[in-house]
C-alpha cells in the first residue's frame, strides 16, 4: 500500500491520461461503429461490402498490430501527429468493428415491419435508420456494448508500448524498472486504477439499460 | 354509390407484372388499374398472391418482370426517388407495425416533419386532427403497445392520411384484430371511401367489400383470375375458383 | 568413483557438441565469430551455484533480443553480441558450452522479476547497476562502463547534446521503465518525452520523423548507427555513467565472485577484448578496458 501512496502523482497522471484514451476512444469508436453498421444493412451493396471488409479486417487482426500500423505505418505514409492520437486511431478502429457488430444485431432484433412502415411513409432509408430503427436498435444493444467498452478500456493498456507516454499500464514501467520497485505491488495499484474505471461504467450501464427498459 | 370519376391516368397501373420467391411464381401476368377515387376489394385464399400485390405497389416487394405506374409515374429504383413516391402511397399493414419507441402523436408527426418538412406545431396539429377523426385523439400521448389492437390500427391509419396520400394500400388491416375491435376500423376505412380516397384493400371481410368497393379482384394461385362489381361477384361467379372460394367463406 | 567417470564422459560429448555447433555457427556468422573455451574437468564447492549449474550442465541466460551489438537474434535464430559473448565466457568457465546455454528473453521491465522468480540463473541484459535493483537483486561486475548519449538524424545540426534539447523542442524516444528514460526527463518537457516497449521502435520513429532524437547507452545507439548507412550520428558526449552488470539472485557473493574472477581472467587471457571486437567493436573506436569491480555482496 506504501508503494502506491508514496508515488501516487504518478498514478494519477497515469489515470488521468488513461481515461482521457479512453473516453476519446469511447466516443470515437461508438460512432464510427454505428456508422459502419449502417454501411452494413445498407441497400447498396457497395457500402455493404466496405462495411463487411471492415469488420472482417478490424475485428480479426491482433490488437497490437493495428496499433503499429497506426504508430508506424501512418508515419511511414507521411503523417504525422501525436502518438497519443495515434494510439486512440488504433483503440478506435479495432473497436468500432466490435461496435459494428453489436449495433447489426440490434439492428436485426428490431421487427422488420419497423423498418417497412418507415419506408412505407416515405423516409429514406437514413431517415428510418436514424429516426426508427436505430433508437430501437440501441435499446437491445446496450449490455454487448458495454462489454465491448469496457474490453475497449483494458485494451487500452496496450498503447503505452505505442509511444502514448504517461498512461495507467505505464505507471508499472517506470516504477518497477526504473526505480526498482516490486512489481506486483506496483501492479495491483494499477490494477486498481483500471477498476475506478471500468467498475463505475458497468454500473452506469446498468442504470442506463433500467432507464431504457423504461422507456419501451 | 356513384361511381368513380374516369381520370387519365390511372392512380395504379399494373403490366404484366410476375414475381417469385424462389421457385414459387407468387405474381403471374397480373394486370390492373386502379382509377382515381376508385375502391378496390382483393379476396382470395391465403397464399393467392394477393399481399404480394399489394406491397408490390409501393416496391416493399420487388417485381421480376413487367411494370407498375402510380398517377402515370412509373417506381422508380431504390432511393430518394422511391422514398418521394412512396410519401404519396398510405399503407396500412396486417400487424399495424407503429414505431414502438414513440407515442400515437409523434408516430402520425414523423413523416410530414422528416419528409415534407412541416413545422413541428403545425405537424402536431395537423396529427390531432386526424387523431380525432379516427376517434383516439385521448390516447395521442401513449406509446403503441399501451393501445388495443383496434386503436392501433387506426393510429396507423390516421399515420398514413398525415402525409395526404394520392391513394392508399391495405394489406389485410383486420386479420390480426380481435373480433369485437374489426368494426371500428372498418367503419373508419367506409368512411375514407365515402370521401374519395383511391383504396386498394386487401381483406376477408366480405361485408366491407359489399359495402365500400366499387370492384372486387379475386385472385388465386398468383392470378388474377375474376375483376367485376361486388354485386356480380357475390351473386353470380363466373370461375370455378370463385365460387369454391366463397362457398368455404360463407357457410363460416 | 563412478560420479568422476560420468563426468568424463559428459565432458567428451560436451565437447564434440562445441565441435558441431562450432561449425554451425560458422556458416551463419562466418569467421568472425568468436568461440569462448569452455573449461574441461571444473569442480566446485558443493552448495554453491556454480556447482549446481556446473552438474546441471546447462544455464538459463537473460539477454536482450533485440539490441544490436549487445544481445540480438540474427536470422539463424542464434543470438550475437557483447552481452551474449560474455554470457558465454562465464558458461564457459562453469564447463557448460554454448549449445547448452538456453537463453531467455529479458527486456528492461522484466529483468528483476525473472532474477527474482528464478526463471534465469543470471541477466547479461545492458543491465544498469543501481541502488534500486541493488535492493532487489545482486551485481557482478560491471563488465562494461556504458554512458548515455543522443542519436539524431545525420542532417540534424540543431542538437548538440542534452541541454539544447529543451530549446530546440526536439522530440525525444526511449524505452518505458529504464534508466535512459529517467535521465533525460531532467533536460526535456514531459510533452517531449515518447515511450516505446523497445528500442526498434525509436529507430523507426527518428527514421519517419516523429521524433527528432532517439537516447540511451552510447553502445545501443551505435548499434544503430552501424545499420543506417551514414543515416544516423551521436551528438555530444556521454552524460552519464551507466556500468553495465550482471543480475544474479541476491545476496549469491560465491557466484558474484566466481563471475567477477572469470571476468578478470578473461581480460587478461584476451577473450574480453575479443568478444568486444567481434561485436559491438566493429563500431566503436576503442577496445574497453575491464572496470573496476564493484564489491559483492
Given at each position: 500500500m506504501d508503494i502506491i501512496f508514496d508515488n501516487i502523482g504518478l498514478y494519477r497522471d497515469g489515470f488521468i491520461t488513461t481515461l482521457q484514451i479512453c473516453l476519446y476512444a469511447a466516443v470515437g469508436s461508438l460512432l464510427l461503429g454505428?456508422?459502419?453498421?449502417?454501411?452494413?444493412?445498407?441497400?447498396?451493396?457497395?457500402?455493404?461490402?466496405?462495411?463487411t471488409a471492415w469488420v472482417?479486417?478490424?475485428?480479426?487482426?491482433?490488437?497490437?498490430?493495428?496499433?503499429?500500423?497506426?504508430?508506424?505505418?501512418?508515419?511511414?505514409?507521411?503523417?504525422?501527429?501525436?502518438?497519443?492520437?495515434?494510439?486512440?486511431?488504433?483503440l478506435v478502429l479495432y473497436t468500432s468493428a466490435f461496435v459494428c457488430e453489436a449495433v447489426r444485431s440490434g439492428i436485426n432484433a428490431v421487427a422488420p415491419g419497423q423498418a417497412e412502415a418507415a419506408r412505407a411513409v416515405g423516409l429514406t432509408f437514413t431517415q428510418s435508420l436514424r429516426d426508427v430503427v436505430l433508437p430501437q436498435a440501441l435499446r437491445s444493444v446496450v449490455p454487448p456494448l458495454g462489454s465491448v467498452i469496457i474490453a475497449m478500456v483494458k485494451n487500452s493498456a496496450i498503447v503505452g508500448a505505442f509511444g502514448v507516454g504517461g498512461d495507467l499500464f505505464?505507471?508499472?514501467?517506470?516504477?518497477?524498472?526504473?526505480?526498482?520497485?516490486?512489481?506486483?505491488?506496483?501492479?495491483?495499484?494499477?490494477?486498481?486504477?483500471?477498476?475506478?474505471?471500468?467498475?463505475?461504467?458497468?454500473?452506469?450501464?446498468?442504470?442506463i439499460e433500467r432507464r431504457v427498459a423504461v422507456m419501451r | 354509390m356513384s361511381a368513380p370519376a374516369a381520370a387519365d391516368p390511372p392512380m395504379i397501373r399494373m403490366v404484366g407484372v410476375h414475381k417469385h420467391f424462389g421457385s414459387l411464381h407468387v405474381l403471374r401476368d397480373i394486370n390492373l388499374e386502379v382509377a382515381r377515387g376508385e375502391v378496390v376489394v382483393v379476396l382470395g385464399p391465403s397464399g393467392s398472391g394477393k399481399s404480394t400485390l399489394c406491397r408490390s405497389i409501393n416496391r416493399l416487394e420487388p417485381i421480376d418482370e413487367g411494370g407498375i405506374e402510380i398517377?402515370?409515374?412509373?417506381?422508380?429504383?431504390?432511393?430518394?426517388a422511391l422514398a418521394r413516391l412512396r410519401a404519396d402511397v398510405g399503407m396500412v399493414f396486417q400487424q399495424f407495425n407503429l414505431f414502438a419507441h414513440k407515442t400515437i402523436a409523434e408516430n402520425v408527426e414523423l413523416a410530414p416533419v422528416r419528409v415534407r418538412r412541416i413545422s413541428k406545431p403545425e405537424a402536431?396539429?395537423?396529427?390531432?386532427?386526424?387523431?380525432?377523426?379516427?376517434?383516439?385523439?385521448?390516447?395521442?400521448?401513449?406509446?403503441?403497445?399501451?393501445?388495443?389492437?383496434?386503436?392501433?390500427?387506426?393510429?396507423?391509419?390516421?399515420?398514413?392520411?398525415?402525409?395526404?396520400?394520392?391513394?392508399?394500400?391495405?394489406?389485410?388491416?383486420?386479420?390480426?384484430?380481435?373480433?369485437?375491435?374489426?368494426?371500428?376500423?372498418?367503419?373508419?376505412m367506409t368512411s375514407l371511401a365515402r370521401e374519395g380516397m383511391t383504396m386498394l384493400v386487401v381483406t376477408h371481410e366480405m361485408g366491407f367489400a359489399r359495402r365500400a368497393a366499387h370492384r372486387v379482384v379475386f385472385m388465386s394461385d398468383g392470378e388474377i383470375v375474376e375483376d367485376s362489381v361486388p354485386d356480380q361477384f357475390f351473386t353470380a361467379p363466373r370461375s370455378v375458383r370463385a365460387r369454391d372460394f366463397l362457398g368455404k367463406i360463407l357457410t363460416h | 568413483m563412478r560420479w568422476k567417470a560420468v563426468l568424463r564422459v559428459g565432458v567428451a560429448m560436451a565437447a564434440f557438441a562445441v565441435a558441431t555447433t562450432a561449425c554451425g555457427q560458422q556458416q551463419g556468422l562466418g569467421s568472425s565469430s568468436s568461440t569462448p573455451s569452455v573449461a574441461?574437468?571444473?569442480?566446485?564447492?558443493?552448495?554453491?551455484?556454480?556447482?549446481?549449474?556446473?552438474?546441471?550442465?546447462?544455464?538459463?541466460?537473460?539477454t536482450k533480443f533485440d539490441q544490436p551489438l549487445f544481445g540480438q537474434q540474427i536470422l539463424s535464430g542464434n543470438l550475437t553480441g557483447f552481452d551474449t559473448e560474455v554470457a558465454r565466457i562465464i558458461a564457459g568457465a562453469l564447463g557448460i558450452p554454448p549449445d547448452k546455454v538456453q537463453w531467455v528473453e529479458s527486456p528492461s521491465a522484466q529483468r528483476e522479476e525473472l532474477i527474482k522468480q528464478g526463471r534465469v540463473d543470471l541477466v547479461v541484459a545492458t543491465y544498469t547497476i543501481n541502488d534500486k535493483r541493488r535492493q532487489q537483486v545482486?551485481?557482478?561486475?560491471?563488465?562494461?562502463?556504458?554512458?548515455?548519449?543522443?542519436?539524431?538524424k545525420s542532417d540534424n545540426t540543431a542538437i548538440t547534446g542534452p541541454d539544447s534539447l529543451r530549446g530546440a523542442r526536439a522530440k525525444v524516444c526511449s524505452v518505458q521503465g529504464s534508466t535512459p528514460a529517467e535521465n533525460i526527463r531532467k533536460y526535456i518537457d514531459p510533452a517531449q518525452l515518447t515511450l516505446f516497449d523497445v528500442y526498434s521502435k525509436c529507430a523507426d520513429a527518428l527514421r519517419t520523423g516523429q521524433?527528432?532524437?532517439?537516447?540511451?547507452?552510447?553502445?545501443?545507439?551505435?548499434?544503430?548507427?552501424?545499420?543506417?548507412?551514414?543515416?544516423?550520428?551521436?551528438?555530444?558526449?556521454?552524460?552519464?555513467?551507466?556500468?553495465?552488470?550482471?543480475?544474479?539472485?541476491?545476496?549469491?557473493?560465491?557466484?558474484?565472485?566466481?563471475?567477477?574472477?572469470?571476468?578478470?581472467?578473461?581480460?587478461?587471457?584476451?577473450?574480453?577484448?575479443?568478444?568486444?571486437?567481434?561485436?559491438?567493436?566493429?563500431?566503436?573506436?576503442?577496445?574497453?578496458?575491464?572496470?573496476?569491480?564493484?564489491?559483492c555482496s
Amino acid at each position: 500500500m506504501d508503494i502506491i501512496f508514496d508515488n501516487i502523482g504518478l498514478y494519477r497522471d497515469g489515470f488521468i491520461t488513461t481515461l482521457q484514451i479512453c473516453l476519446y476512444a469511447a466516443v470515437g469508436s461508438l460512432l464510427l461503429g454505428t456508422v459502419i453498421a449502417t454501411f452494413r444493412v445498407s441497400p447498396l451493396p457497395p457500402l455493404r461490402a466496405a462495411g463487411t471488409a471492415w469488420v472482417t479486417v478490424f475485428r480479426n487482426c491482433p490488437l497490437t498490430i493495428v496499433l503499429f500500423f497506426c504508430a508506424f505505418g501512418l508515419p511511414e505514409l507521411g503523417i504525422k501527429g501525436a502518438y497519443f492520437w495515434f494510439g486512440i486511431t488504433g483503440l478506435v478502429l479495432y473497436t468500432s468493428a466490435f461496435v459494428c457488430e453489436a449495433v447489426r444485431s440490434g439492428i436485426n432484433a428490431v421487427a422488420p415491419g419497423q423498418a417497412e412502415a418507415a419506408r412505407a411513409v416515405g423516409l429514406t432509408f437514413t431517415q428510418s435508420l436514424r429516426d426508427v430503427v436505430l433508437p430501437q436498435a440501441l435499446r437491445s444493444v446496450v449490455p454487448p456494448l458495454g462489454s465491448v467498452i469496457i474490453a475497449m478500456v483494458k485494451n487500452s493498456a496496450i498503447v503505452g508500448a505505442f509511444g502514448v507516454g504517461g498512461d495507467l499500464f505505464s505507471v508499472q514501467a517506470r516504477l518497477t524498472s526504473a526505480q526498482g520497485l516490486s512489481l506486483i505491488p506496483v501492479l495491483l495499484g494499477v490494477a486498481l486504477g483500471y477498476l475506478i474505471i471500468t467498475i463505475p461504467a458497468g454500473l452506469a450501464l446498468g442504470v442506463i439499460e433500467r432507464r431504457v427498459a423504461v422507456m419501451r | 354509390m356513384s361511381a368513380p370519376a374516369a381520370a387519365d391516368p390511372p392512380m395504379i397501373r399494373m403490366v404484366g407484372v410476375h414475381k417469385h420467391f424462389g421457385s414459387l411464381h407468387v405474381l403471374r401476368d397480373i394486370n390492373l388499374e386502379v382509377a382515381r377515387g376508385e375502391v378496390v376489394v382483393v379476396l382470395g385464399p391465403s397464399g393467392s398472391g394477393k399481399s404480394t400485390l399489394c406491397r408490390s405497389i409501393n416496391r416493399l416487394e420487388p417485381i421480376d418482370e413487367g411494370g407498375i405506374e402510380i398517377d402515370g409515374t412509373p417506381l422508380p429504383e431504390e432511393g430518394r426517388a422511391l422514398a418521394r413516391l412512396r410519401a404519396d402511397v398510405g399503407m396500412v399493414f396486417q400487424q399495424f407495425n407503429l414505431f414502438a419507441h414513440k407515442t400515437i402523436a409523434e408516430n402520425v408527426e414523423l413523416a410530414p416533419v422528416r419528409v415534407r418538412r412541416i413545422s413541428k406545431p403545425e405537424a402536431h396539429e395537423a396529427a390531432m386532427q386526424l387523431l380525432t377523426r379516427v376517434g383516439i385523439s385521448d390516447q395521442a400521448d401513449k406509446y403503441p403497445a399501451q393501445l388495443s389492437g383496434g386503436q392501433q390500427q387506426r393510429a396507423a391509419i390516421a399515420r398514413a392520411l398525415a402525409m395526404r396520400p394520392k391513394v392508399m394500400l391495405f394489406d389485410e388491416p383486420t386479420s390480426a384484430l380481435d373480433p369485437e375491435m374489426v368494426q371500428e376500423v372498418l367503419d373508419v376505412m367506409t368512411s375514407l371511401a365515402r370521401e374519395g380516397m383511391t383504396m386498394l384493400v386487401v381483406t376477408h371481410e366480405m361485408g366491407f367489400a359489399r359495402r365500400a368497393a366499387h370492384r372486387v379482384v379475386f385472385m388465386s394461385d398468383g392470378e388474377i383470375v375474376e375483376d367485376s362489381v361486388p354485386d356480380q361477384f357475390f351473386t353470380a361467379p363466373r370461375s370455378v375458383r370463385a365460387r369454391d372460394f366463397l362457398g368455404k367463406i360463407l357457410t363460416h | 568413483m563412478r560420479w568422476k567417470a560420468v563426468l568424463r564422459v559428459g565432458v567428451a560429448m560436451a565437447a564434440f557438441a562445441v565441435a558441431t555447433t562450432a561449425c554451425g555457427q560458422q556458416q551463419g556468422l562466418g569467421s568472425s565469430s568468436s568461440t569462448p573455451s569452455v573449461a574441461q574437468g571444473v569442480h566446485f564447492e558443493p552448495g554453491t551455484t556454480m556447482a549446481k549449474l556446473a552438474e546441471a550442465h546447462t544455464i538459463r541466460i537473460g539477454t536482450k533480443f533485440d539490441q544490436p551489438l549487445f544481445g540480438q537474434q540474427i536470422l539463424s535464430g542464434n543470438l550475437t553480441g557483447f552481452d551474449t559473448e560474455v554470457a558465454r565466457i562465464i558458461a564457459g568457465a562453469l564447463g557448460i558450452p554454448p549449445d547448452k546455454v538456453q537463453w531467455v528473453e529479458s527486456p528492461s521491465a522484466q529483468r528483476e522479476e525473472l532474477i527474482k522468480q528464478g526463471r534465469v540463473d543470471l541477466v547479461v541484459a545492458t543491465y544498469t547497476i543501481n541502488d534500486k535493483r541493488r535492493q532487489q537483486v545482486s551485481f557482478a561486475g560491471p563488465y562494461y562502463l556504458a554512458g548515455q548519449s543522443l542519436m539524431v538524424k545525420s542532417d540534424n545540426t540543431a542538437i548538440t547534446g542534452p541541454d539544447s534539447l529543451r530549446g530546440a523542442r526536439a522530440k525525444v524516444c526511449s524505452v518505458q521503465g529504464s534508466t535512459p528514460a529517467e535521465n533525460i526527463r531532467k533536460y526535456i518537457d514531459p510533452a517531449q518525452l515518447t515511450l516505446f516497449d523497445v528500442y526498434s521502435k525509436c529507430a523507426d520513429a527518428l527514421r519517419t520523423g516523429q521524433v527528432d532524437v532517439v537516447t540511451t547507452d552510447n553502445v545501443v545507439l551505435l548499434g544503430f548507427v552501424s545499420n543506417s548507412n551514414g543515416a544516423y550520428k551521436l551528438v555530444g558526449d556521454t552524460f552519464t555513467k551507466e556500468p553495465y552488470g550482471i543480475g544474479i539472485r541476491k545476496g549469491d557473493v560465491a557466484f558474484c565472485t566466481f563471475i567477477n574472477d572469470t571476468l578478470t581472467q578473461a581480460a587478461k587471457s584476451g577473450a574480453y577484448a575479443n568478444a568486444w571486437k567481434t561485436t559491438a567493436g566493429k563500431v566503436a573506436e576503442q577496445t574497453p578496458q575491464l572496470p573496476t569491480f564493484d564489491s559483492c555482496s
